[in-house]
C-alpha cells in the first residue's frame, strides 16, 4: 500500500462506466473518471441526484459489477470480483420469504463456511443488537417494513464487515420508522459497538448526509462525476438545531440545486436558519376548516383524545389536521386539548371569499414550499412549471412517495388560497387568471 492510499480501506480509482443502449448503437455512460476513497474509522455519504449513478458506484466498489475503466483497490489487492471486505444493506429490504429471521441474519456466515453453533450465537448477537430480540424465528412476511430492514442490517453486521455499505436503505421506510432506525444506526456509531470499521451510505436525502457522516461527497449528474467534497466539522452525537448544522444542510441544498456551483467551504453561520422546507401535516384544507367548526360548536377548545373518539377517528388521523391548523396560527395545542387561536375563529367564522384571503395569509406567512411555487411561477408566468421540477427539490428532503405527498399537500392547500392552479393531466402549475368581482353601478 502506498503512502497515497494508508489510512484507506477501499480506494475507487478513475472509474467510468458504460452501458450498451438498448438498440445496440453506442453506449450510455454512467460514471466517468470517478475517484473515491473510505478511510478507516469514517461515516463517508455519497450524495447525489437522480443519475449521478451513486448506486452504480456503491456496486462497482463491492465488486457486484466490474468497472468499464479503472480500478478498485480494496485493502491494499486490486479487486477482481466480489469484495470480501464489505457487507451491503439494500433499499428493498432483500430477504427469503421461506427462511425465519436467524435463518436469513445467519446467511452469510454459512457462505464463509462458519459452523453452526458459532453462526447461531454470533446470529442472536446481531438481532438482538438491531432490537428483533424475541423475533428470531418469525418470517418476513410476519415484519413491518422497518423489522425487516432491520434484519438486512443484522444480516450485514454479522459478517463483521471491513466496511458496511448502505444504498438509501431508509428510503422504502415510512418517515417516522426511517427517522428511528437513522437515529439507531448513529447511536450504535457514536457508542463505538459499531460493528464495521467505516460506513459508506448512498443518499439524495441532504439532512441524512449531514446527521450521520464524516464527509460527504457530492456527484454530479450525466454521466456521474465527483463535483467535490465537505467535511462535516459536527461533534457527536449531532444537534439538529445547531447554527452549523443548518448553515451545512443549506449549503449543500444551494450547491445540489445549482449544478454549476462549485463545491468550497461552507461559510460560518451567523444565525439559525430553519429547514428550507420543513414538512407539511398532510391535511386537507377542508378538514382543516371543519376541525376547527366542530371545535368552536364546543366553545373553541376540546380534549384531542375525546375528540377523536366522538369523531370516529383513530388519534393518529386526527393529528396531522390538528397539527396543520397549528401550523398555520388557527389553533393551538396546550396540555392535550385543542384551542382554536383568534385567527382561526375569524378563519372559520368568515364568508368563502374572506376566509380564503385569511387562508392565503396564513400560507404565505408560515409555508416556505408554497412560498417558492408562487414566486417561482411569478418568474415563469408564460406556460407555467412542471410539477417534476418542485418534485426534485423536495426529493433531495424526503424520499420519493412522502415527497409526493408533501407536493400533493401543497397543492391543494395553494389551490384553496387561489394561489395557483394545478393541471393534473398535463402536471403542471398556473398562476391563476386575474379575478374581477363585480361591483354595483349606479344607475
Known amino acids: 500500500m502506498t503512502n497515497a492510499t494508508q489510512g484507506m480501506i477501499i480506494v475507487a480509482e478513475q472509474i467510468s462506466k458504460h452501458f450498451p443502449l438498448p438498440d445496440g448503437k453506442g453506449t450510455f455512460t454512467v460514471l466517468k473518471d470517478v475517484n473515491v476513497h473510505v478511510r478507516d474509522s469514517e461515516v463517508l455519504a455519497l450524495l447525489g441526484r437522480s443519475g449521478s449513478g451513486k448506486s452504480t458506484l456503491l456496486r462497482i466498489m463491492a465488486g457486484l459489477i466490474p468497472p468499464s475503466s479503472g480500478q478498485v483497490i480494496s485493502s491494499g489487492k486490486p479487486l477482481n470480483g466480489p469484495n470480501a471486505d464489505v457487507a451491503m444493506v439494500f433499499q428493498s429490504f432483500a430477504l427469503l420469504p421461506w427462511l425465519t429471521v436467524q435463518e436469513n441474519v445467519e446467511l452469510g456466515l454459512e457462505a464463509q463456511r462458519v459452523g453452526r453453533e458459532e453462526r447461531r450465537v454470533r446470529a442472536l448477537k446481531a438481532i438482538d443488537m438491531v432490537g428483533l430480540d424475541g423475533f428470531e424465528n418469525a418470517y418476513p412476511k410476519e415484519l413491518s417494513g422497518g423489522m425487516r430492514q432491520r434484519v438486512g442490517f443484522a444480516r450485514a453486521l ?49 439532512e441524512e448526509a449531514v446527521l450521520l457522516a464524516d464527509r460527504v461527497i457530492i456527484l454530479g449528474a450525466n454521466p456521474g462525476h465527483v463535483r467535490g467534497e465537505l467535511q462535516i466539522d459536527l461533534p457527536r452525537p449531532r444537534d439538529r438545531t445547531a447554527a452549523r448544522f443548518q448553515a451545512l444542510v443549506d449549503y449543500i441544498y444551494t450547491v445540489m440545486t445549482n449544478p454549476e456551483a462549485k463545491v468550497t467551504a461552507v461559510p460560518e453561520p451567523t444565525a439559525t436558519h430553519p429547514p428550507p422546507f420543513p414538512p407539511l401535516p398532510h391535511a386537507r384544507s377542508g378538514g382543516i376548516s371543519g376541525l376547527l367548526e366542530i371545535l368552536l360548536e364546543r366553545g373553541g377548545q376540546d380534549d384531542l383524545p375525546l375528540l377523536a373518539q366522538r369523531l370516529r377517528l383513530e388519534i393518529d388521523d386526527l393529528l396531522p389536521i390538528v397539527d396543520a391548523a397549528v401550523l398555520l396560527g388557527f389553533a393551538s395545542v396546550v396540555e392535550g386539548d385543542v384551542i382554536v387561536s383568534d385567527m382561526g375563529r375569524a378563519f372559520a367564522q368568515a364568508d368563502i371569499l374572506t376566509s380564503k384571503e385569511l387562508f392565503r395569509q396564513q400560507v404565505l406567512a408560515h409555508v416556505p414550499l408554497i412560498v417558492t411555487i408562487v414566486q417561482t411561477l411569478r418568474e415563469k408566468q408564460k406556460g407555467g412549471m412542471r410539477a417534476d421540477f418542485f418534485l426534485d427539490i423536495l426529493d433531495e428532503h424526503y424520499p420519493y412517495d412522502e415527497a409526493q405527498r408533501q407536493f400533493a399537500t401543497a397543492v391543494d ?31
Do not use: C, K
Not at 398556473?430 to 379575478?435: A, F, G, M, R, T
Open 158 to 206: 454479522v459478517v463483521q464487515p471491513q466496511v458496511l455499505f448502505m444504498d438509501e436503505p431508509f428510503s422504502a421506510l415510512d418517515v417516522l420508522t426511517a427517522e428511528n432506525l437513522r437515529g439507531e444506526i448513529g447511536d450504535l456509531w457514536e457508542a463505538g459497538m459499531f460493528p464495521a470499521r467505516s460506513i459508506l451510505i448512498v443518499t439524495h436525502n441532504i
Open 413 to 443: 392547500w395553494g389551490r384553496y388560497a387561489e394561489l395557483f392552479e394545478y393541471d393534473a393531466v398535463e402536471e403542471r402549475l398556473y398562476l391563476p387568471e386575474p379575478v374581477i368581482h363585480n361591483q354595483d353601478q349606479g344607475t
